[in-house]
T-cell receptor, first 118, second 112 residues
């Protein structure tokens, strides 16, 4: 079974600075997808960024980028130019790429609470 | 296009009571999921469905039941509520494959 570990329960960053959130995972599969979800106080789960394991290039979405190290099974999220609206819980998640019944589910880490300091 | 909707938003149950959490999506997604989120934890999968009439257990199915009679609806039934079921429940859906899961706003359930 796959596991996802987020070792930083809480992080804080000054507004406009850069912060990196860590995520490691364990899997025996070679093809999979990794996600970062944001959960603001409203509780809504919002997809931030997605990475396909077969792609060597790191995904980027505006101020959000990832550092995907497949051999190390590491998937960190970098937030540049942090804004007050970035304050939220951030969850790392894993999904198998195998199209078998039962592989569609997401496996989540325990989350990192990000605080933005004005 | 409302996306994924869940009702109720909040509910307090007494131990031993039963209730159904409703989930509806209007995106014609085949795949639907129920997760629970305990305080300070990530989401854990309870049940999922890959189409009408097809459901399967996830990581934490005990104490819950589901049915999927239509593409749009995926209700979660709690029988004999226990304090351990105090949690926030999220419903999600997607078209399967690579595509992202779209989440509802969640239901906060307290069992006392």
């Amino acid at each position: 079974a796959q596991t996802v570990t987020q070792s930083q329960p809480e992080m804080s960053v000054q507004e406009a600075e850069t912060v990196t959130l860590s995520c490691t995972y364990d899997t025996s599969e070679s093809d999979y997808y990794l996600f970062w979800y944001k959960q603001p106080p409203s509780r809504q789960m919002i997809l931030v960024i997605r990475q396909e394991a077969y792609k060597q290039q790191n995904a980027t979405e505006n101020r959000f980028s990832v550092n995907f190290q497949k051999a190390a099974k590491s998937f960190s999220l970098k937030i540049s130019d942090s804004q007050l609206g970035d304050a939220a819980m951030y969850f790392c998640a894993y999904r198998s790429a195998t199209s078998n019944f039962g592989n569609e589910k997401l496996t989540f880490g325990t989350g990192t609470r990000l605080t933005i300091i004005p | 296009n409302a996306g994924v909707t869940q009702t109720p938003k909040f509910r307090i149950l007494k131990i031993g009571q039963s209730m159904t959490l409703q989930c509806t999506q209007d995106m014609n997604h085949n795949y639907m999921y129920w997760y629970r989120q305990d305080p300070g934890m990530g989401l854990k999968l309870i049940y999922y469905s890959v189409g009408a009439g097809i459901t399967d257990k996830g990581e934490v199915p005990n104490g819950y039941n589901v049915s999927r009679s239509t593409t749009e609806d995926f209700p979660l039934r709690l029988e004999l509520a226990a304090p351990s079921q105090t949690s926030v429940y999220f419903c999600a859906s997607n078209t399967g494959g690579l595509y992202e899961q779209y989440f509802g706003p969640g239901t906060r359930l307290t069992v006392t």
